[in-house]
């Protein structure tokens, strides 16, 4: 299951500072804009906006749109040039925290034993061990709590479009990089150009966001039909293009507690992405918030040189990430240049942000006060979102604390060593 994903600028400028960016950019469509139209029947168009380079080069980064596919081989042949042993099919089924050696349980029954378990095993898709293990020990309460809405994840290919009878919603849906966007109460969906794996063809990737009453909280495959049906009266040119999907997910959106701590009391298992803060399905932000917590916990083990270390660096990364995440989220709403969800979807439950952020995407094109304030939100996105370097935040923890402890650990190990050269002194000359 999965189709495609967008990159943001906050993660693209991490992947290609760890040496991916010439395979993202050879597997990825770079976006170029976005389209906004009403999902009611009549799709009427209401705003575009196409990213200014000069923008994007500020924040160190690209805006991509890739397969998950390709994504995942990607970092998974860069993690192996960089030393790391990879093993498919090895389901965890239980974690013991350690503060010397934890270990992990595999469904076989192998038992791999480490220095410190890193659990980036997600929320939406079980059994998430690490996360359960984490709640389970610090006596927080596993809720998940249905939000009224559902995600349909599928594959469109790019023949679809010859087919299409309106050829002018065709020929804009084929401007290179561009995200389409129907907004609306209640009804919502995205849709962008990916590369298919191996062979590099055009396909699209389309979200589909509906309301839902459906109890069963379970990922899984659906038929076209059962989509259709969740889109009946809504923009006829979706539909049309609907019907040529493929490989449709089911993915319900249920609301789950961020982690109160992250690291696991006994030590040495910490939970990062999206197993310590999950984040609606569909979100722009899954990929740059997990690359986020990766790119904290890598710059401070880098500085590791003694096992006293490790619960310091662990718990820092909590400290450094924790208000980053939840600041993220919060700036996303009601701003349509950051916001993770379709307008309307992430505004469901709150009148004023909708009406906000339909007035923004109206306002576009705009000129005068409405216009100069539109460009002062997607400036803010830019500048507090897609412009943040984690590293940074890394560095600066290190030189504010980190060294700080380093000095005072070896003034101690310094005062531990002299009063043994002492006693030793006092010895011999009682001898």
Not at 283 to 312: C, E, K, P, T
Request: proline share 5%; glycine share 8%.
């Amino acid at each position: 299951m999965g189709g495609g994903c967008r990159i943001p600028p906050n993660a693209t400028k991490l992947f290609y500072r760890w040496g991916m960016e010439e395979r993202l950019r050879a597997s990825s469509v770079k976006s170029a804009g976005v389209v906004f139209a009403r999902c009611n029947d009549s799709g009427h168009v209401v705003g575009e906006h196409e990213w200014e380079e000069e923008m994007l080069e500020e924040t160190g980064g690209d805006f991509l749109l890739i397969h998950y596919s390709d994504l995942r081989r990607i970092l998974a042949e860069s993690a192996v040039e960089h030393g790391a042993t990879l093993r498919s099919g090895c389901y965890v089924v239980d974690i013991h925290a350690d503060p010397q050696r934890p270990t992990v349980t595999l469904e076989s029954g192998e038992v791999l034993t480490a220095d410190v378990v890193v659990g980036a095993d997600g929320s939406h898709v079980g059994p998430h061990c690490t996360r359960r293990t984490i709640l389970k020990a610090i006596g927080q309460e596993d809720i998940e709590t249905q939000t009224g809405m559902e995600l349909f994840n599928a594959i469109i290919p790019g023949s679809a479009l010859d087919e299409l009878e309106d050829q002018e919603f065709a020929d804009q849906l084929r401007k290179p990089g561009t995200v389409f966007t129907w907004f609306g109460p209640g009804h919502g969906a995205l849709n962008f150009p990916i590369k298919e794996p191996k062979t590099g063809n055009l396909l699209f990737t389309i979200y589909i966001y509906a309301p839902s009453d459906d109890p069963d909280i379970r990922v899984r495959m659906v038929d076209k039909e059962r989509m259709l049906k969740e889109l009946e009266g809504r923009d006829p040119r979706l539909l049309a293009l609907v019907k040529h999907a493929r490989a449709i997910s089911l993915v319900p959106m249920v609301d789950r507690p961020y982690l109160e701590d992250w690291i696991h009391p006994e030590g040495h298992v910490i939970a990062l992405g999206e197993s310590a803060h999950p984040i609606p399905v569909g979100s722009l932000y899954s990929v740059g918030m997990g690359a986020g917590d990766g790119a904290v916990i890598g710059r401070l083990f880098a500085h590791l040189h003694r096992r006293d270390q490790i619960n310091s660096f662990l718990n820092a990364v909590q400290e450094i990430r924790e208000p980053r995440v939840e600041r993220v989220i919060r700036a996303a709403t009601g701003n349509i240049f950051a916001v993770s969800l379709p307008p309307g979807v992430a505004e469901a439950r709150d009148r004023d942000l909708r009406e906000h952020a339909e007035r923004e995407i109206q306002d576009l094109s705009g000129a005068g006060a409405m216009g100069r304030q539109t460009s002062q939100e997607m400036m803010s996105a830019i500048e507090n979102i897609f412009a943040y370097d984690p590293e940074d935040s890394a560095d600066d923890w290190w030189v504010q604390w980190g060294l700080m402890q380093e000095r005072a650990s070896r003034l101690v190990v310094s005062d531990a060593v002299h009063s043994v050269h002492v006693v030793e002194d006092m010895t011999r000359k009682a001898e």
